[in-house]
Every structure is written in C-alpha cells, then in structure tokens.
C-alpha cells in the first residue's frame, strides 16, 4: 500500500509488528503528544485464521513471500505464539532481512529460511502476489498436502469469470 513505509519515519514509537514488517498503516496520536504506528495486515490475517479454529501457538508455519505481507503475517503469527517459522523468498536477502527483525523481537523463535517444502508445517500461508495475474507460476509444489495440513492464502486469487 502506498505510504506505509514511509509512515515509520514520521512516528517516534513502532509496534515490534510494524518494526517488524517496516511499515504501518495506523497511527495513534499518545497523551504527551508523540505518535504511535502499527501495522494490522498480519492481525487481521491470524484472527481470520484463529477464527476459523485454527491454534496458532506452538504451530510450525511456512510462510511463502517476506516483502511487506509476508513480514506483517510473519511477525503476527510470531506474536501470536507460533514455536517456529520457515520463510522462503525469491530473494534470499529478503527472507534473511527479515528474520533477523524477527529474532530482534522474539530471540526464542525458531526460524528456518529458505526452504518452501511444506510438510512438516500446521500452516503454508502464499504472501506472494503470485496467481494474481494469468500464467503466474504456482509458489509451492503443485502436489496438495496431506489432508490434516492446511494450505491458506492471504492474498485473493483471480477466478475465472463465469461464461456470458
């Protein structure tokens, strides 16, 4: 989104969300008149998937793409207790860059990078823009998981229009 990144210099508190994911798209004015940022992409992400039954602590999760969505959900799910994350980015500096913001914030998390093989996982999350437009190749292995692993999207696929 635009502006989110820039927003961070204009703050003088970040949530360890928006630090993490170097951005924020909420700012809350303080008492003493200093300005607060956050970052609620990743939030929003955990509560759809909690509200839906999925438990988050303890959980093993891959997440696919660490540029801005990746970061956010990476950092919320950190938050939300997950005991380890894989991320897995075209661009190994990317995945790397971000787990270090990460361990800065949760030093106890287990963090595996550059490995997209989704057994293993509670949770695969695709944080890619990859599928939004035709002929995209696919994030992961075309093979489905095995049933009791979930496959979950944060990113709205394009369907096909429905014949006229």
Same mark, same amino acid.
Do not use: H, W
């Given at each position: 989104m635009p502006h989110t990144i820039a927003t961070c210099v204009?703050?003088?508190h970040l949530s360890p969300t928006a630090a993490i994911a170097g951005a924020c798209?909420?700012?809350r004015p303080e008492?003493?008149?200093t300005l607060s940022g956050d970052m609620f992409d990743?939030?929003?992400?955990?509560?759809g998937i909690t509200r839906k039954g999925f438990e988050t602590r303890g959980a093993r999760a891959l997440v696919v793409g660490s540029g801005g969505v990746g970061s956010a959900i990476a950092a %919320?799910?950190?938050a939300a207790g997950v005991s380890a994350l894989t991320l897995y980015d075209i661009c190994s500096q990317t995945a790397e860059a971000l787990a270090g913001r990460l361990l800065e914030h949760?030093?106890?998390l287990d963090i595996t990078l550059m490995?997209?093989?989704?057994q293993g996982h509670d949770l695969v999350v695709n944080a890619t823009p990859l599928g939004m437009k035709e002929g995209d190749p696919l994030p992961l292995d075309p093979d489905p998981p095995p049933p009791d692993e979930p496959?979950?999207? %944060?990113l709205p696929l394009p369907l096909p229009l429905p014949p006229e």
């Open positions: 204009l703050v003088q798209n909420a700012i008492a003493d008149g990743g939030e929003g992400f955990v509560l %919320s799910l950190a949760y030093p106890r490995k997209r093989d989704p496959l979950r999207s %944060s």
